[in-house]
């Protein structure tokens, strides 16, 4: 699909020269013939949606949220607000409850609410995304999720995984049971996951378990329920905290003891890791630095200067109560 920007690259003018061809307004001779040949060979066709929008700024920024539960969603939109509000910007926030199609639904919404840029958290990215981001014209900014041709900002997943597969395989434990979310996640359920399997299977002693679950506590605790009993893994690695604290609770309620049955961690750093007894070794993710930078990066985006297409932040690792060496486990 050729877009307004595409006509500028190939003309070497901006997308507002471009606009004002497309509108009648005043080119010059030369810009406006070379645009009439471009225009033509290219078949290019205004797009009624995005013509219908005022260029007017609002100074404000919409988000789209995969879901209101969430530790990380909440340390994100709270370091966002508070720097939008600093840059005189209005947050409106919406939510998608983990909805692919809501999410592509909500660019659309919020472009008709003329916001001046979307800062989109999102689960996927499918050809729907790129069309609706193609269509409404104004500035969208990833978080979480990369993607080719598109500004993103995103953690360093597969690293985040790596550093947590080898700190539990030089602890000595060599069986394992992993929970984890679906691959069409590419940050959890690809990177993430796959950063923590290269590093356990650098061993050929390795025994592992895959349990695929999701974002959801209860859905998590309900197959913990289910596997906790049968399993002889002395080592549970969980894609995020929550479902290491879903794991945690059938735990506890199983009558097990962590990390005396077995060792547990998880991936985020959410405060209430630090909370629980025992507290849960994670690998702790810089979710306000994450909010700054998708802030500075939108209105960079938004007054036309240059910005860092992909930008990835690393994450840390936590050690707590809840793993320890296998030779000092004494329950498997």
């Known amino acids: ?3 307004i920007k595409d006509i500028a690259q190939q003309a070497g003018v901006a997308k ?4 004002r061809y497309l509108n009648g307004g005043s ?10 040949v471009i225009v033509k060979e290219t078949g290019y066709a205004p797009n009624t949606f ?34 939008l509000r600093n840059k005189q910007y209005q947050l409106i926030i919406t939510n998608t409850n983990q909805s692919v199609e809501r999410e592509v639904e909500n660019i659309y919404t919020l472009a008709k609410q003329k916001v001046d840029g979307i800062i989109l958290l999102a689960t996927i990215i499918t050809p729907a995304h790129r069309k609706a981001i193609a269509e409404v014209e104004i500035p969208v900014l990833l978080l979480g999720q990369s993607a080719e041709g ?16 080898s700190y539990a395989t030089d602890l000595g434990h060599n069986n394992f049971l992993v929970f984890m979310v679906s691959k069409e996640d590419h940050a959890v359920g690809k990177l993430r996951s796959k950063g923590v399997l290269d590093a356990l299977q650098k061993s050929t002693s390795t025994s592992i378990e895959i349990i695929e679950t999701n974002f959801s506590f209860s859905k998590a605790y309900e197959k913990a329920m289910n596997v906790l009993p049968k399993t002889s893994a002395t080592y549970i690695l969980c894609a995020t905290d929550n479902i290491a604290l879903a794991v945690m609770k059938a735990a506890h309620t199983l009558g097990l003891s ?75």
């Open 16 to 19: 507002s020269t471009v606009s």
């Open 50 to 83: 995005a013509q219908s929008l005022k260029a007017k700024k609002t100074n404000m920024i919409g988000t789209i949220i995969p879901r209101l539960d969430s530790f990380a969603t909440n340390a994100i939109l709270a370091s966002i607000d508070e720097e």
């Open 150 to 165: 598109l500004h993103t900002i995103v953690h360093q997943e597969y690293e985040a995984g790596l550093k947590m597969g």
């Open 258 to 332: 962590i990390p005396n049955d077995f060792s547990l961690s998880g991936f985020g750093g959410y405060e209430v890791t630090s909370i629980v007894t025992p507290s849960i070794t994670t690998v702790e993710y810089p979710y306000k630095k994450l909010g700054t930078l998708s802030v500075a990066n939108m209105i960079g985006l938004i007054e036309g200067r240059k910005t860092i297409d992909n930008l990835e932040l690393p994450n840390k690792l936590i050690k707590r109560e809840s793993t320890m060496p296998v030779e000092k486990n004494t329950s498997k």
């Open 1 to 3: 699909m050729v877009t």
């Open 27 to 36: 080119v010059s001779k030369k810009t406006k013939a070379k645009l009439d």
